[in-house]
């Protein structure tokens, strides 16, 4: 049975001035830049440059809502006075002179050319090929990937022929135009199935000698050995000595694995990084200043302030003129609550910042990665007195300049371990001692994941090998086996 009931409920809701700022604050640079343009674009009522325009007061009249089109508006509900009545410097001019107005804003230049499958393509046209080797020598082109390689069984590739280029042959032809044109086609090695056949491939281009010979010997009967590093095996397997084994090494080492990723017009374009802060030593101090494209200088647009006093000049009478003065309130509203906003979001970077500075006042003052202290964004927001979320928006998507290089934010935090004196070390700091372990063993025998938690705890750091193995793999380091060399 239905029933009527009245409930109270105490509901927390963002407002939509707030989700407006918090969507800002997560922008990087390039996104921000972006975001402003089209806020520009869609709103008149907002400019940008150094004329300076006349204020709006805070005080803003909220009499009409989005869906008050239907009712009747009277004139006397909107006080046009109160939009022109301050006269003194606008409050919310948001420029931040962290740079001079003539520095030079540099681009980098992207040089077109020639795509990799279109320089394969290209290359097919030199071969004496039939109708049906060049449209089959096509197809295996264009189903080659990025690196170089064709991934897809031999078999699938003469059903697709089959079905979308009407082209029906059998696995034998198509295996004889792969080696036939692809590959010979330059780079060296494009067209080849697994790793195994692309270093051979390469052997093969070059001139031949005994150590090539034995190398491609060696990766067609023995890859896994090589592979695995088991070099006393291949020793055996061979009857070759020790130096010799070091010399065809060196020879397999020198190909390309990826020969796709060599071709210059292959390279993708990356996106350029455009750093949020800026952090410098002058004088033994640190300096921190926010990119000043993170800060336009925004202003309500003269013209529609103007427009407000041709319209408290005349009486307002009809219907149209109040339809106008309520879509300027609308946009003047908008602009108001947009430059605020920016406002806002370059004080909290800012703010955020700095406390991340000083709390890491001597990496950024040395560059040491060892004296990274631990943090979590729970510390940062303590600090400043604001949510876990909003320090996380800055911290994951924001760049920071320093003399180091550019680092993302987030890298600086990380969780602490203690060590053998029961202070909390960063477990950063910890990864930076164990890769400069591994980096100074002695690659012929090289230290194992037990060996590795000994020397730490030694140094003062007790974890345990599982842990050193987790941070071995974050460091994307192989295991002891993987980093022997001869």
């Known amino acids: 049975m239905l029933k009527q009931s009245l409930n ?15 969507k800002l604050i997560q922008l990087p640079t390039q996104a921000f830049e972006e975001r402003l343009k089209q806020e520009i674009e869609e709103n008149p009522a907002l400019d940008t440059g150094k004329d300076e325009s006349d204020s709006i007061d805070d005080d803003l009249s909220n009499e009409f809502d989005d869906d008050s089109g239907n009712e009747k508006i009277e004139a006397e509900d909107i006080n046009i006075d109160e939009y022109l009545s301050d006269d003194e410097i606008p409050n919310y001019k948001t420029q ?10 540099k681009n980098v230049p992207y040089a077109a050319g020639t795509s990799f499958h279109q320089s394969l393509k290209n290359q097919l046209n030199t071969f004496r090929l039939d109708e049906e080797e060049k449209a089959i020598a096509e197809f295996l082109v264009g189903s080659i990937d990025d690196s170089g390689y064709i991934r897809r069984e031999i078999i699938d590739l003469v059903d697709d022929l089959a079905f979308t280029a009407n082209i029906f042959t059998t696995e034998e032809k198509v295996i004889s135009v792969l080696k036939k044109a692809v590959h010979t086609l330059d780079p060296i090695g494009v067209g080849a199935r697994d790793l195994k056949e692309c270093l051979i491939i ?5 001139e031949p000698n005994k150590n090539r010979s034995l190398a491609i010997e060696i990766l067609d009967t023995a890859f896994d050995h090589f592979v695995k590093k ?4 291949l020793q055996e397997k061979f009857n070759i000595s020790e130096e010799e084994l070091k010399e065809i090494n ?9 020969p796709g990723s060599s071709y210059a017009g292959n390279n993708k374009i990356a996106e350029q990084i455009v750093p949020d802060f800026s952090i410098k030593i002058i004088d033994g101090e640190l300096d921190l200043v926010l990119n000043s494209r993170n800060a ?6 003269r013209e529609y302030n103007n427009m407000l006093k ?8 009809t219907k149209s003129q109040k339809d106008a003065v309520f879509f300027i309130k609308q946009k003047l509203d908008a602009a108001k609550w947009f430059i605020d906003a920016i406002k806002q979001r370059q004080q909290t970077l800012l703010i955020t910042m700095n406390t991340i500075m000083h709390y890491q006042y001597d990496y950024f003052l040395t560059g040491d990665e060892r004296k990274l202290k631990p943090m979590i964004l729970k510390d940062i927001a303590d600090k400043i007195n604001m949510d876990v979320s909003t320090v996380s928006r800055v911290a994951n998507s924001k760049y920071v300049s320093t003399p180091y290089g550019t680092k993302l934010i987030k890298v600086f935090f990380s969780e602490s371990m203690k060590n053998d004196q029961g202070e909390d070390v960063s477990t950063r700091q910890i990864k930076k001692i164990l890769e400069t372990v591994i980096t100074e063993e002695n690659k012929k025998k090289p230290l194992t994941d037990e060996k590795l938690a000994a020397i730490l705890k030694e140094k003062g750091y007790p974890i345990a090998r599982r842990t050193v193995a987790k941070y071995r793999e974050q460091l994307d380091l192989p295991v002891a086996r993987l980093r022997k060399e001869i």
């Open 8 to 22: 109270y409920k105490l509901l927390q809701k963002l407002s939509p001035q707030q989700i407006q700022l918090m």
């Open 96 to 105: 931040a002179n962290n740079y001079s107005a003539d520095d030079e804003e």
């Open 202 to 206: 390469q052997l093969k281009a070059k």
């Open 230 to 233: 088991h070099y006393k095996k």
């Open 250 to 258: 060196t020879e397999i080492s020198k190909l390309n694995p990826k």
């Open 296 to 301: 336009p200088e925004l202003h309500v647009s």
């Open 310 to 317: 041709g319209y408290q000049e005349s009486n307002i009478k």
